[in-house]
């Protein structure tokens, strides 16, 4: 069993930044955000491995990074330019312990945080 729990949401102005946090209770390999708003589904925005392989949503390529700290089982998301479509509950998820990242598919995921509120205004 893995715990993760998200911090770091916020509101902020469009074109601004935020980094989102995930602390995880043991090492995973393969961590990952999603994002969802209320009616839609839960959708993917990036995941990283312990070997350095990333995935990235379309919509965010080039505006957020993911990135993981081993040591200190934690997972960040800096997301800069940031639009109001952007606006969402963002939650952490990892894979079972060695597993690495295949996709951004929710059924991939085992383990999943309560989620931080992230809010974009014009």
């Known amino acids: 069993q893995v715990h993760v729990a998200e911090s770091g949401g916020g509101s902020v102005q469009a074109g601004g930044s935020l980094r989102l946090s995930c602390a995880a209770s043991?090492?995973?390999?393969?961590m990952a955000w999603f994002r969802q708003n209320p009616g839609k589904e839960r959708e993917g925005v990036a995941a990283?491995?312990?070997?350095?392989?990333?995935l990235y949503a379309d919509s965010v390529k080039g505006r957020f990074t993911i990135s993981k700290d081993d040591a200190k089982n934690s997972l960040y998301l800096q997301m800069n330019s940031l639009k109001p479509e952007d606006t969402a509950m963002y939650y952490c998820?990892?894979?079972?312990?060695?597993?690495?990242?295949?996709?951004?598919?929710?059924?991939?995921?085992?383990?999943w945080g309560q989620g931080t509120q992230v809010t974009v205004s014009l």
């Open positions: 998820a990892a894979r079972p312990y060695y597993m690495g990242c295949r996709n951004l598919l929710v059924t991939d995921y085992a383990y």
């Open positions: 043991r090492y995973t390999s393969c």
């Open positions: 990283v491995d312990s070997g350095g392989g990333t």
